[in-house]
């Protein structure tokens, strides 16, 4: 049985110390990589015999906007299927310049899984083979999931439906 | 190819033995099924003639309450409209007047209230939210309708019938659903 | 139900003995609209959670075929009725013009649930959801609900096949003038 203690001791065993941030939360074993060993890591996780991390589940990014440099963070997550055992790993990126390596020679599940994460954040993925908008209409030209957009104000005052697509009071 | 989980199963390829080959067990096996449903009680409601029960909990049409005199319990504090998570409530109060207090309860009254149904999720909030009881979510379900105008309730859709001149009515609105 | 209803539902070609003794036939007409109510069969279309409120209302316990609902079909070609369950997003719309555009006339156009019928909580700050479907088809009936009990959609296919029967055209349906 594969266990968290074990996954980490092979990490660092490999990669050293550019694995930082290890941690557990609710038993699901979570670290930092830097970008450009993303695909490395994933290789890695992929290859070994013991680990096996051959299914992505999710793959998807968090805006955080106040961490200047690192703004973008794109998560894996990766499933033993032999031993149920799941983890998480996150790549930062900034926001000027969101470009990762795509994972799709590794994992097919990740075509449309970045695609979707270029769609909502914006997140330029190198070598995918089909990156575009996938969820929202084409001709979008914003990341609507990107924390640029200011929460709406509570007392206001202009919401009539005629400046949301609906004339009139009633309809 | 090594196996990609613990629990994979070997796919059973022996041949069939000659009664499989027949078929014939298996298909009188599925007609026994089809024949014991046709015996069994109908799952099916008639809809317009029977109606089926609702659950205790469920959120239906909203209704203005009134107390045991009548009058009616909105203030127009507006708490609801704000906790409506569609933005669905409007309102607009109003002042009582001397000679008013048979009508309205407190000194300041909702002289326009309404629903727009057509973005209303039935979520109940403004029922949580209202600190008067005076509106709850009934059991009924908004009907269907042809023109967008009438989805748009006013307080002479949603007011409860008065208790003194309409009793029957009023009982009947208020089912056990509002707050005592 | 009403007694109105009742005679409704009657086969207006079947002869009909008169107090007076003699017999006398419908219109043609009747008997078109009779059959075209009774033969509705409606499009799926279902985006979201309306979607499963609208599968119980088709299997056993509401079933629609009662009414002549009879089965719901994949396919625009074959459908009369077309219920928009579960909200419209930018994406979506022109898909659903394009399926509208498909179906054959004489069609009709259900709008399930808050988001259907209006964009519903998605009303205000939103960037992706249309504010009702009606911005992109005409609409002719508005069930309102999140989602709508099957009774509320039943009653809505109950309403339209009545209109139809009645003979109206889908502008008379909406308008709701004569």
């Not at chain 2, 014991?36 to 099916?44: E, P």
């Not at chain 3, 209803?5 to 007409?29: M, Y």
């Not at chain 3, 719901?72 to 659903?96: E, F, H, S, W, Y």
């Not at chain 3, 004489?106 to 259907?116: D, F, H």
């Amino acid at each position: 049985m594969l266990t968290n203690e074990q996954i980490k001791n092979k990490l660092i065993e490999k990669f050293g110390d550019v694995l930082t941030d290890f941690s557990e939360p609710y038993g699901m074993l979570t670290f930092e990589a830097p970008k450009d060993l993303n695909l490395k890591v994933m290789q890695f996780l992929y290859d070994d015999a013991e680990l096996g991390f051959q299914f992505l589940t999710d793959l998807q990014a968090v805006h955080y906007p106040h961490d200047k440099g690192r703004e973008l963070a794109v998560v894996y997550h990766l499933h033993n299927l032999k031993d149920n055992v799941r983890i998480r790993f996150k790549v930062f990126t900034s926001i000027e310049q969101p470009d990762v390596f795509t994972a799709t020679k590794l994992y097919e599940a990740a075509n449309w899984m970045e695609r979707e994460t270029y769609d909502f954040f914006g997140v330029n993925f190198i070598g995918h083979p089909n990156l575009k908008r996938v969820l929202n209409v084409d001709e979008m030209d914003y990341f609507p999931m990107r924390k640029e957009f200011p929460l709406e104000d509570q007392t206001r005052v202009d919401k009539d439906d005629e400046m949301f697509g609906r004339g009139g009071s009633f309809n | 190819m090594p196996t990609l989980t613990s629990r994979a199963k070997q796919v059973d390829r022996r041949p069939m033995s000659l009664a499989e080959k027949l078929y014939l067990p298996a298909i009188f096996k599925g007609m026994a099924i089809t024949m014991i449903h046709v015996f069994k009680k109908k799952a099916t409601i008639n809809y317009p003639e029977q109606k089926r029960p609702f659950s205790p909990v469920f959120r239906g049409l909203h209704i203005l309450n009134r107390d045991e005199e009548g009058r009616e319990r909105c203030t127009a504090c507006g708490l609801c409209a704000v906790a409506c998570p569609a933005e669905a409530i409007t309102m607009e109060g109003a002042e009582r007047q001397p000679g008013e207090e048979h009508l309205y309860r407190e000194e300041k009254y909702a002289a326009k209230y309404e629903i727009n149904m057509l973005r209303c999720i039935f979520c109940g909030l403004c029922e949580e939210a209202c600190p008067k009881d005076a509106i709850y979510l009934s059991e009924t379900f908004a009907p269907s309708n042809f023109n967008r105008a009438s989805f748009i309730y006013g307080k002479e859709e949603l007011r409860i019938p008065h208790p003194k001149e309409d009793p029957e009515g009023y009982k009947k609105a208020l089912g056990n659903r509002a707050k005592k | 139900m009403s007694e109105q209803v009742n005679t409704a539902q009657q086969f207006p070609g079947q002869v009909h003995d008169l107090p007076g003794g003699g017999i006398v036939l419908s219109k043609l007409d009747d008997v078109i609209n009779w059959a075209r109510s009774n033969s509705l069969w409606p499009l799926t279309f279902a985006t979201s959670c309306c979607g499963i409120e609208m599968m119980a209302t088709a299997s056993a316990k509401y079933d629609f075929s009662r009414f002549g609902f009879e089965v719901a079909r994949a396919t625009p070609r074959q459908a009369d009725v077309i219920i928009i369950a579960g909200t419209i997003v930018n994406k979506m719309a022109p898909v659903l013009k394009r399926l509208y555009d498909q179906m054959a006339d004489p069609k009709y156009v259900i709008a399930m649930g808050a988001c259907a019928i209006s964009g519903g909580p998605f009303f205000y700050n939103t960037y992706s959801v249309v504010k009702g479907a009606d911005h992109v088809i005409p609409v002719d009936v508005y069930v309102a609900g999140c989602p709508p009990r099957p009774e509320a959609l039943l009653h809505a296919l109950i309403s339209l096949q009545e209109k139809i029967k009645m003979g109206m055209t889908r502008e008379q349906i909406r308008t709701g003038k004569e």
